[in-house]
């Protein structure tokens, strides 16, 4: 029984997947082809694309829906978690989630704290601080997390080589 829920949940996420895909294809295609050299009406030396505010809309919607999702993922792992699931090879998995997701608001918070600056877009500087400062957050916040994403594949890596070498 277990394993035809597993096969139902794999099929559904990879048919999620590729509908999100292959919308995304479209919505930039349409971006791209439709519309996309019209000139800005204040100046005609910049464009702007026809289909901009689909476009936006659309990756609004995706972040909006990932939050949600996320969330009620989280949501639901921890209801479903039995008392004996909470420790798994002498891992304590709640403290590991909490200090998970402490760690991420924490780096978010300090991220957006430090972001911001001056931008200039068409010549003009950027006005709207909060935007900018969710933009560097959002950025910044990603590369320090694949930064530790690749420092503990190479320490993991690393450590599978010494435990290799003390067996010879």
Known sequence: MKQNVNNRARRTASIVFY???GVGALVFTLFRTV?????????PDYNAPLLTDLLTGFMATLIVACAAVSLWSMARGVSNMS?????????HLMRLRLCT?????????????????EV?????PYSDSFWLRC???????SMVMVTA??????????RNIRTRRKDK
């Open 35 to 43: 519309g996309y050299d019209m000139p800005y009406y204040a100046n």
């Open 120 to 124: 200039y877009a068409n010549g003009t």
């Open 135 to 141: 933009a560097d957050m959002l950025v910044n916040t």
């Open 149 to 158: 994403a690749i420092a503990a594949v190479m320490f993991g890596l690393s």
């Open 101 to 117: 997701a402490t760690a991420t608001a924490l780096l978010l918070i300090a991220t957006f704290a430090l972001g911001g600056g």
């Open 19 to 21: 509908s999100i895909l």
């Open 83 to 91: 008392r004996e699931d909470h420790i798994v090879n002498n891992i």
